[in-house]
């Protein structure tokens, strides 16, 4: 029975030296003086506060993209015990002693440094010899412009390594699907490829270009699949469900869960809190959730609430009024109602305060027990210190002329009599029969006389309005725009019939029960929405740059300056290797147009398999670099050089293709083969010279005189900062 233990258990392993070596060079080049410059250099100074965010639990919105790439610098932050105390206010401000650079900066060089190997085996997958393979990672270890984003606190160096990482998976998965389908190692492979795509996607929307490829070149891949009549229909069946299980489903799923932990891990109340609804609001500790904390849910006639519009733009205000009066007449010389204004008013103010009145009683208070207001009825509103009725009549807003004017009536006895009356429409009810719910319902008021809407318009009134918003009465409305919307954010159950005593009652904090517990999907639904919509006023940077400026890298980024020494960072790309990507995508674009044509007249000048590798080279190198670079062209925001850098890769990758092609089957004789091996290491050789040359500017040591500086710039549109004595 132990018979086995007789013989030595022998374990056997292969080694693939070449990507041993690879893995060390990158490492060694990425992670050396990791923690040097101890400042902030750039845009750590943006993804910083992220991170102090995290380590502080507080919630923030970033339009930039998802939060996948901010966990994973809070991750490191983490792991080096920040505690989230810097003020990441200033690009080159010295870090304190709390603030863990190394780790901070940790991620993004370990995969910077996996990208050489990455890129290595890519070449292999794609059928092209180790030597070609091993020249795509020394170009990829080599770049200076890689070698500078990977070693800060920033997100291109993650972005790329998945991205590369999704190519392989996918390479590898196709490989073995002509061999050994639906085995351990295919099915690996084709969900790693999804998981590495979603993860792409998750660090920046970027990746979405990619994810795009892939998907495309999968379905050429299953329209093949299909037509393949050694196939069983149940086969190919079972093939397209594995597809769209790992190439969708997963990535659905991830990209979910990646919001799911970020929600769960920001808990507390922010700086952003403001453009979110007051549900959403609600849901997080303190800020308004202390506000509201003891709330009734229905809001009932007598009820004392603040009503906060659902657009949130141009900022987040609450309907409001005051004892000042629109002018008799405008400076444009039309004329007004003289009533009392009615604004919408960006801070927290009593006069925001309103009462539910039921139109047919004249108390003020919450009848016992209450009577709930439903969609479809009709109330007035009361501003609770003016006791004045909301109210509208046919008369010019001052800003808008074809809407109303809202106003709070005031009885001039004149014959404009009140028209006070509004008809409560709940957008987001389940039946006919709701309730009208603090924080959970969206609302529209609809004027009785007029059928006139009450609406946000966004435009500022002068300073006889102080500014505030301008509130008007949309006529002939038609749909739920969110300017038209509004939703309780505080109530109350009014209690005191007396003025005087309901003045002290709406300055008082709210006392009763209530549970407004957003869903993950609906606080899911609502910031992706934002991180979409938010618009950041895009300013023009001094290193900002057209897409037209990368391919040539006519410009550059000055990441960080040393006031006293000198010493600098900048992202500045080793110009042979930018070059030699253009030449290549240009040799590859022509060639492949010329033996189509041939192929085309029935002349094949090249092996049918070397064909279909030099195909699936330029579709997953040109084609990556077309979908990574185009669209930039169609963005309407501020670009920066970094923004190039995965189309750059994909480039990078196909120069050692382009290369062996050219040495197989342009070469023909012995003595171009060895003249052009020749000019091969007097390249690389020029590659590597750049390099150490750019060194200096990408590791930002050792310090350069004024005159090496200059020396720098090759390029007069180069900012070389050079310090003045």
């Known amino acids: 029975m132990l018979g086995f233990l007789k013989q030595p258990v022998v374990v056997t392993a292969e080694i693939n030296v070449n990507l041993v070596a690879l893995t060390v060079m990158g490492l060694v080049?990425?992670?050396?003086?990791?923690?040097?410059?101890?400042?902030v250099v750039f845009d750590e100074v943006y993804y910083g506060q992220f991170v102090s965010l995290y380590m502080k639990r507080i919630f923030f919105v970033d339009d930039s993209g998802p939060p996948f790439g901010h966990m994973l610098l809070a991750f490191g932050g983490y792991l080096g015990g920040?505690?989230?105390?810097?003020?990441?206010?200033?690009?080159?401000?010295?870090?304190?002693?709390?603030?863990?650079?190394?780790?901070?900066?940790?991620?993004?060089?370990?995969?910077?440094?996996?990208?050489?190997?990455?890129?290595?085996?890519?070449?292999v997958e794609l059928h092209f010899s180790h030597c070609a393979a091993f020249g795509a990672a020394l170009l990829i270890l080599f770049e200076n412009s890689l070698i500078t984003q990977s070693r800060l606190m920033l997100l291109e160096s993650v972005l790329i390594f998945f991205i590369l990482l999704a190519i392989l998976s996918y390479l590898k998965f196709y490989n073995l699907q002509k061999c050994s389908p639906f085995t351990a190692g295919w099915w690996f492979w084709l969900l790693l490829t999804g998981v590495a795509c979603s993860c792409a996607v998750g660090v920046k929307y970027m990746g979405l270009f990619t994810y795009m490829l892939l998907l495309a070149i999968a379905g050429v891949h299953s329209w093949h699949l299909i037509g393949d009549q050694t196939l069983s229909n149940v086969s190919v069946l079972c093939h397209l469900l594995a597809r769209g299980l790992a190439l969708v489903v997963i990535p659905v799923a991830m990209y979910l869960s990646f919001f799911y932990v970020h929600l769960t891990l920001l808990y507390r109340s922010g700086p952003h809190d403001q453009i979110m609804s007051s549900a959403f609001q609600a849901s997080l500790e303190g800020g308004l959730a202390r506000i509201t904390q003891g709330q009734p849910l229905e809001v009932a006639y007598g009820s004392q609430i603040t009503l906060r519009n659902v657009l949130g733009k141009p900022m987040p205000c609450?309907?409001?009024?005051?004892?000042?009066?629109?002018?008799?007449?405008?400076?444009?010389g039309r004329g007004s109602s003289h009533q009392q204004q009615v604004t919408c008013y960006p801070f927290k103010d009593v006069n925001n305060w309103w009462i539910v009145k039921d139109p047919g009683m004249q108390q003020l208070v919450v009848s016992n027990p209450p009577r709930p207001v439903r969609h479809g009825h009709i109330v007035q509103l009361v501003h609770g210190i003016t006791t004045?009725?909301?109210?509208?009549?046919?008369?010019a807003a001052p800003l808008s002329p074809h809407s109303q004017e809202i106003s709070?009536?005031?009885?001039?006895?004149?014959?404009?009599?009140?028209q006070n009356l509004w008809r409560v429409e709940i957008v987001n009810r389940e039946s006919d029969t709701d309730v009208w719910k603090t924080i959970l319902s969206e609302v529209r008021f609809v004027h009785v006389n007029t059928s006139a809407v009450l609406k946000l318009s966004g435009a500022s009134l002068p300073e006889w309005g102080y500014r505030q918003l301008e509130i008007i009465g949309e006529k002939l409305s038609k749909g739920y725009h969110q300017s038209k919307l509004w939703n309780v954010e505080e109530h109350r159950y009014g209690k005191s019939q007396e003025q005087k005593e309901r003045e002290v009652e709406l300055h008082s904090p709210t006392q009763a029960d209530m549970s407004k517990n957003l869903s993950f999907m609906a606080r899911f639904t609502e910031l992706q929405w934002k991180i979409l919509t938010l618009k950041n006023e895009d300013t023009e940077h001094k290193y900002s740059s057209s897409p037209l400026?990368?391919?040539?890298?006519?410009?550059?980024?000055?990441?960080?300056?040393?006031?006293?020494?000198?010493?600098?960072?900048h992202l500045i790309g080793n110009v042979l290797t930018w070059a030699s990507a253009n030449v290549a995508t240009l040799v590859y674009v022509c060639l492949f147009v010329w033996y189509l044509l041939r192929r085309r007249r029935k002349i094949c000048d090249i092996p049918e398999d070397t064909w279909r590798r030099w195909v699936s080279a330029g579709g997953l190198c040109v084609g990556g670099w077309a979908v990574n670079y185009l669209p930039f062209f169609m963005m309407e925001k501020t670009l920066f050089l970094y923004h190039y850098l995965p189309a750059l890769t994909f480039q990078i990758l196909l120069i050692p293709a382009v290369l062996q092609h050219l040495t197989d089957h342009l070469c023909r004789s012995q003595l171009p083969k060895n003249a052009f091996s020749a000019l091969m290491v007097a390249w690389f050789s020029s590659i590597y010279l750049v390099y150490r040359t750019f060194s200096p500017l990408t590791y930002g040591e050792p310090?350069?005189?004024a005159a090496e500086l200059r020396a720098l710039r090759w390029k007069d549109s180069w900012d070389i900062l050079i310090r003045k004595h």
Not at 33 to 38: D, E, K, V
Not at 83 to 96: M, P, T
Not at 388 to 395: A, E, G, I, P
Not at 553 to 566: L, V
């Open 318 to 332: 609450w309907l409001h009024s005051h004892k000042n009066t629109y002018p008799i007449r405008y400076e444009n």
């Open 29 to 39: 080049n990425r992670l050396w003086a990791l923690s040097y410059p101890q400042a």
């Open 82 to 123: 920040f505690d989230g105390n810097f003020l990441w206010n200033r690009i080159g401000a010295e870090y304190s002693m709390n603030v863990p650079v190394w780790s901070l900066r940790l991620l993004p060089a370990v995969t910077g440094a996996l990208c050489v190997p990455l890129a290595y085996q890519i070449l």
């Open 549 to 569: 400026d990368w391919i040539t890298m006519d410009t550059n980024i000055a990441y960080w300056f040393h006031s006293i020494s000198g010493a600098q960072i």
């Open 388 to 395: 004045r009725y909301l109210n509208t009549h046919d008369v």
């Open 408 to 418: 709070c009536y005031i009885d001039y006895n004149i014959s404009m009599p009140a």
């Open 703 to 705: 310090t350069l005189s």
